[in-house]
């Protein structure tokens, strides 16, 4: 790989996350380069960048998903650098490959950690290697084949996607008698999704807990940055992060991000990265699931409690920089939480709600951060993701960040569509949720 400073960087997406990698670059001095749509020419990023390069029009296929466009637009603006920030090809290795034979750095891990972190059921067994424990499951490449796999595993269960990702291709079964039917609507999304329509069993925990540690590695030495808990979900997506994960003895937190760097190590792991795994709710046994290497949507919450700049991070190491931090300097202060703004009726089972967004009125104060690209006029296209924002607290204590949330979603007013605000509100309010530690069962007994 190329190595030196980065003077030009391609952002190759969109959204919150393309401003939030923009802002980081700027302050070092990086110029940088918009990769948008057409649908996204005139976005808050689009105006903050030092240029747009247009990648094609609104629909993804067309756009931000297709290898030959981003890395012609990123060829054609003198770029340096790329960074894919998450989602769209973040973690496509054809698009990594296809950046350094262009003579371009990838702001991520090398292709071969791609390569095995894409393919789940590589991953498991890469994890296995290292020592992690996995659930029971496994591959099944037939329906015959998923079927025994069924009857060794016991129900319930899941079947996931072997290119899976963000609870697409994902489906809970409980019963024998609906395996087939879960598994045509499985194997259709992870088709559509993903252009694979493979996918594997696994077992199902019924009272589980999200659990992920940030890691930081530069292919020779690899830390982690403390864990996060994001148990509360909607299908399998996130929808409220906290770091540290609260309600959970210290040896279980040790032991998580133990694995997790064994495995970073192993990988030889260079850039961000987060490992994810399933805790047992009740004796905190835990089962490595996935290794996503890229930055995450939830990473402001570790960036609150550790006061590291994680993009910046990103950027050193892709100019071919070691670490600069040592675990002994990761000292995590206080708690964070995010709750992410989304333009979707949680009342009418969470459907997308694009458009103008006539008023956007962010909170802001003393631990108080918000990540968003959406302001008063702002366009929530009907092509992506429906994430408009994310509204991070951080306080001394989880009681304090649980106040400042309380405060916060208070002032939040988005007017022009629908959004998942009054849900947060509801969230927060929750006993279960002030107490802290719940599991990924919790969005069903929220009271309405």
């Given at each position: 790989m190329?190595?030196?400073?980065?003077?030009?960087?391609?952002?190759?997406?969109?959204?919150?996350?393309?401003?939030?990698?923009?802002?980081?670059?700027?302050?070092?001095?990086?110029?940088?380069?918009?990769?948008?749509?057409?649908?996204?020419?005139?976005?808050?990023?689009?105006?903050?960048?030092?240029?747009?390069?247009?990648?094609?029009?609104?629909?993804?296929?067309q756009g931000y998903l297709s290898v030959e466009r981003v890395v012609a637009a990123a060829v054609g603006a003198g770029c340096d650098a790329v960074h894919p920030g998450y989602g769209f090809l973040s973690e496509n290795a054809t698009f990594a490959r296809a950046v350094l034979a262009a003579g371009m750095r990838f702001v991520g891990p090398d292709i071969a950690t791609l390569e095995g972190m894409g393919d789940k059921l590589a991953a498991r067994a890469l994890a296995v290697e290292a020592g992690l424990p996995v659930l029971p499951g496994g591959e099944a490449a037939t329906r015959a084949d998923v079927h025994t796999r069924a009857a060794q595993t016991g129900y319930p269960l899941l079947l996931k996607a072997v290119s899976?990702?963000?609870?697409?291709?994902?489906?809970?079964?409980?019963?024998a008698e609906d395996l087939d039917t879960a598994l045509d609507m499985a194997q259709a999304e992870a088709q559509a999704a993903f252009g694979n329509a493979a996918v594997y069993v696994e077992r199902f925990v019924a009272r589980g807990r999200h659990v992920e540690v940030q890691l930081l590695g530069d292919g020779t030495s690899a830390i982690h940055l403390g864990t996060r808990d994001c148990s509360i979900q909607r299908r399998f997506q996130k929808l409220v992060e906290e770091a540290p994960a609260p309600a959970m003895p210290e040896a279980a937190r040790a032991g998580i991000e133990d694995a997790a760097v064994r495995l970073a190590r192993h990988l030889g792991y260079r850039g961000a990265g987060t490992a994810e795994f399933l805790v047992d709710a009740d004796d905190f046994s835990f089962f490595f699931l996935e290794l996503n290497a890229r930055i995450q949507v939830e990473h402001p919450v570790t960036e609150a409690i550790?006061?590291?700049?994680?993009?910046?991070?990103?950027?050193?190491?892709?100019?071919?920089?070691?670490?600069?931090?040592?675990?002994?300097?990761?000292?995590?202060?206080?708690?964070?939480?995010?709750?992410?703004?989304?333009?979707?009726?949680?009342?009418?089972?969470?459907?997308?709600?694009?458009?103008?967004?006539?008023?956007?009125?962010?909170?802001?104060?003393?631990?108080?951060?918000?990540?968003?690209?959406?302001?008063?006029?702002?366009?929530?296209?009907?092509?992506?993701?429906?994430?408009?924002?994310?509204?991070?607290?951080?306080?001394?204590?989880r009681e304090q960040a649980v106040e400042r949330l309380t405060r916060a979603l208070g002032t939040l007013q988005i007017d022009g569509l629908p959004t998942t605000t009054p849900l947060h509100r509801r969230i927060v309010k929750d006993p279960r949720f002030i107490a802290g530690g719940v599991d990924t069962g919790f969005l069903a007994g929220l009271a309405q």
């Amino acid at each position: 790989m190329t190595s030196g400073t980065i003077k030009r960087l391609f952002i190759a997406n969109r959204g919150e996350i393309a401003l939030r990698i923009a802002r980081t670059a700027r302050r070092m001095g990086i110029e940088t380069v918009l990769g948008a749509s057409e649908a996204d020419a005139a976005s808050l990023p689009a105006k903050f960048v030092d240029h747009v390069a247009i990648v094609g029009p609104g629909p993804s296929s067309q756009g931000y998903l297709s290898v030959e466009r981003v890395v012609a637009a990123a060829v054609g603006a003198g770029c340096d650098a790329v960074h894919p920030g998450y989602g769209f090809l973040s973690e496509n290795a054809t698009f990594a490959r296809a950046v350094l034979a262009a003579g371009m750095r990838f702001v991520g891990p090398d292709i071969a950690t791609l390569e095995g972190m894409g393919d789940k059921l590589a991953a498991r067994a890469l994890a296995v290697e290292a020592g992690l424990p996995v659930l029971p499951g496994g591959e099944a490449a037939t329906r015959a084949d998923v079927h025994t796999r069924a009857a060794q595993t016991g129900y319930p269960l899941l079947l996931k996607a072997v290119s899976g990702g963000g609870g697409k291709g994902m489906r809970r079964v409980d019963r024998a008698e609906d395996l087939d039917t879960a598994l045509d609507m499985a194997q259709a999304e992870a088709q559509a999704a993903f252009g694979n329509a493979a996918v594997y069993v696994e077992r199902f925990v019924a009272r589980g807990r999200h659990v992920e540690v940030q890691l930081l590695g530069d292919g020779t030495s690899a830390i982690h940055l403390g864990t996060r808990d994001c148990s509360i979900q909607r299908r399998f997506q996130k929808l409220v992060e906290e770091a540290p994960a609260p309600a959970m003895p210290e040896a279980a937190r040790a032991g998580i991000e133990d694995a997790a760097v064994r495995l970073a190590r192993h990988l030889g792991y260079r850039g961000a990265g987060t490992a994810e795994f399933l805790v047992d709710a009740d004796d905190f046994s835990f089962f490595f699931l996935e290794l996503n290497a890229r930055i995450q949507v939830e990473h402001p919450v570790t960036e609150a409690i550790t006061g590291v700049d994680l993009v910046e991070q990103q950027l050193l190491v892709a100019s071919g920089k070691s670490l600069g931090l040592t675990q002994a300097m990761i000292r995590p202060v206080g708690h964070a939480i995010e709750v992410r703004i989304n333009a979707e009726d949680p009342d009418a089972d969470f459907r997308p709600s694009p458009g103008t967004v006539a008023r956007a009125a962010w909170p802001a104060g003393e631990g108080v951060r918000v990540d968003s690209h959406i302001g008063n006029g702002g366009e929530v296209p009907p092509f992506y993701d429906s994430l408009m924002g994310k509204l991070i607290v951080h306080g001394a204590t989880r009681e304090q960040a649980v106040e400042r949330l309380t405060r916060a979603l208070g002032t939040l007013q988005i007017d022009g569509l629908p959004t998942t605000t009054p849900l947060h509100r509801r969230i927060v309010k929750d006993p279960r949720f002030i107490a802290g530690g719940v599991d990924t069962g919790f969005l069903a007994g929220l009271a309405q």
